[in-house]
């Protein structure tokens, strides 16, 4: 572990936690795989904290060599979500899912988060599993934060698909060399002290009408999700994420000084999309007694572990909000 890693670790988690969590972000850092029409999920992983089955499916314990896939049935709550729903950062036991899962003992919370979804995955990824599937007791969807990341309605690698369908055998092999090339020691370290190349911002800033069709896109998506549940008798829950756009969202977090935080032009873009939805809340949402808006929850500890995933305890009290609004 380098030193910056050290500092953040010790910084963000404790000097005492510093073996745990040292472990944690090594097995995170894994790339995605192929899935079929949601084009990527998690793969697999079989660690102490991290365990995630060939499903892509993460576990709710720490400890097990692996742990069932949805089996359908109104026995499981499904949740769906991105990389803080799959829990980024935190344990097995430290995911959102994870936490709900001990608050319902009568029912088995599966955790089908994954880095980077958004919601037309997750729309697709719920109707998929639903062809195969009978349907759960209740479906859960916490997001909000990738619909800025996904702009364009296409997922992180859609570019990548495109390219190699498209592009000739021998232009494939010559990209390859090159990326082999460009991924040797010793030409990331002539380009790291000799490139005069400046990084470059690829951030944008959205208009208020590019962010409101935005808006109706997320909602369109979520309002199929409620009438494929009403159609299988599925309860269904729609969750606003906690992000961190606000002045005092990284007010009790730890992180060394020169860690990167969100920045200002997605806040801006995450502000404005977060206060479109509010103003659309009343006139386009169907299922407006099944959504709960956690976009300026907050409690006074740490809630975050970087610059937008959750810690363990902000977990849990989102958790908490979750179970509450549903036992209510």
């Known amino acids: 572990v380098n030193n910056f890693n050290l500092d953040f670790i010790n910084n963000v988690y404790g000097e ?8 944690v972000i090594s097995q995170l850092n894994k790339p995605l795989i192929y899935s079929p029409f949601i084009e990527f999920k998690e793969d697999f992983r079989n660690h102490k904290f991290v365990t995630v089955n060939k499903n892509g499916i993460r576990c709710n314990k720490n400890f097990i060599k692996s742990c069932d ?5 109104k026995n499981e709550i499904w949740i769906f979500g991105g990389s803080t729903i799959f829990g980024y950062g935190v344990k097995n036991d430290e995911t959102l899912p994870a936490y709900l899962d001990e ?32 349907a759960p007791y209740m479906t859960i969807f916490i997001d909000g934060v990738n619909e800025i990341y996904n702009f364009e309605d296409e997922s992180v690698i859609s570019d990548r698909i495109d390219y190699l369908y ?16 460009n991924s040797l020691h010793i030409v990331r370290l002539y380009k790291y002290f000799f490139s005069q190349n400046e990084n470059v911002n690829f951030e944008k800033l959205y208009s208020k009408n590019e962010i409101e069709k ?19 008798n599925t309860e269904f829950l729609h969750v606003l994420q906690p992000s961190p756009i606000y002045e005092d969202s990284y ?25 479109e939805i ?51």
């Open 69 to 73: 896939s949805p089996q359908g049935g």
């Open 278 to 328: 509010s103003n659309k809340e009343n006139s386009h949402l169907n299922y407006k007694s099944n959504f709960l808006n956690l976009s300026k929850f907050y409690i006074d500890q740490i809630m975050y572990v970087d610059s937008f995933h959750y810690s363990p305890v902000f977990n849990e009290a989102i958790a908490t909000e979750i179970y509450k609004k549903i036992v209510q």
């Open 16 to 23: 005492d936690n510093f073996n745990d969590y040292s472990q």
């Open 103 to 134: 608050m319902f003992q009568d029912k088995k919370v599966i955790n089908i988060g994954s880095g980077y979804w958004y919601s037309t995955q997750e729309r697709i990824a719920y109707l998929n599993m639903l062809t195969s599937l009978e």
């Open 214 to 232: 935005k808006v109706l896109r997320f909602i369109k998506n979520h309002n199929a999700n409620y009438a494929v549940s009403i159609m299988n």
């Open 166 to 181: 498209n592009t000739s055998s021998n232009e494939l092999l010559k990209s390859k060399i090159i990326s082999r090339f």
């Open 251 to 275: 007010e009790l977090s730890n992180f060394p000084k020169d860690f990167e935080k969100i920045s200002n032009i997605r806040k801006k873009n995450l502000s404005l999309f977060y206060e």
